[in-house]
């Protein structure tokens, strides 16, 4: 079993739809948690932080579960520019995880 | 405006060739980090440092190495390229290394990455 395991995705999706990426971790002694969007032949960028309470920017809303070992984040009203790889990153210790990543294809 | 800096972008070397790969920072971390990453994968850490303190991860190859002179520089350096290290590499710093309880700081913050081609 991977440490961190996302969706396979690809996800295509019609503009102005919503989107729900989901992310398990395995190691209950992880201790912070980050979505990170990286463009196609780009770095990755950090797109948000998860806290424990949840957290929303703008269109963008991350959940955690720590009983379940869970994170999403939610994608309003989504975009073209929108289109990425979504990847859910999982700190242990000094040490990110990553995830395989999803992507995310946006469609007009 | 602070950032992490990567040079060159582009990289071809012939197999066997040494090659060095650098990065630099304005952001003043403490952590700087080297990953590599193959098409559709997860990035994957062969090393970093924690100020002067080297910590190289289990399974990096021992063709890898690194150096950092200065806080602001780390270098890449890749001692007999083979095919399979065709890939981005890319630099990454962090203001601390550990978890905070608000989580705040320990985000990695990434470069451009340089792309390797091994002919």
């Known amino acids: 079993r991977k440490e961190v395991e996302q969706d396979p995705g690809p996800f295509n999706v019609p503009e102005g739809a919503t989107v729900a990426f989901n992310c398990t971790y395995s190691?209950?002694?992880?201790?912070?948690f980050f979505w990170y969007r990286q463009d196609c032949r780009k770095e990755p960028k950090l797109l948000m932080s998860?806290?424990?309470?949840?957290n929303e920017d703008g269109r963008f809303t991350a959940q955690l579960n720590r009983a379940s070992q869970y994170i999403s984040l939610l994608i309003r009203d989504s975009k073209l520019s929108d289109s990425a790889t979504y990847l859910c990153?999982?700190?242990?210790?000094?040490?990110?995880?990553w995830g395989a990543g999803t992507k995310l294809i946006i469609k007009p | 405006d602070a950032m992490v800096i990567q040079n060159p972008r582009y990289q071809v070397t012939q197999f066997g060739k040494p090659v060095t790969l650098s990065c630099s920072q304005t952001?003043?971390?403490?952590?700087m980090y080297w990953y590599q990453q193959k098409s559709s994968q997860a990035p994957k850490l062969l090393f970093h440092?924690?100020?002067?303190?080297?910590?190289n991860e289990a399974d990096t190859p021992d063709n890898f190495q690194s150096r950092r002179p200065n806080t602001s520089f780390c270098f890449l350096d890749i001692r007999s390229p083979g095919l399979g290290d065709a890939a981005m590499y890319l630099c990454?710093?962090?203001?601390?290394?550990?978890?905070?309880?608000?989580?705040?700081?320990?985000?990695?913050?990434f470069g451009p990455g340089t792309r390797l081609t091994v002919l």
């Open positions: 990454a710093t962090s203001r601390v290394r550990g978890p905070l309880t608000s989580g705040i700081g320990n985000e990695q913050f």
């Open positions: 952001l003043n971390h403490n952590v």
């Open positions: 440092y924690y100020d002067k303190d080297f910590n």
């Open positions: 190691n209950s002694a992880s201790q912070s």
């Open positions: 998860v806290y424990s309470s949840g």
């Open positions: 990153v999982v700190r242990q210790g000094y040490q990110l995880i």
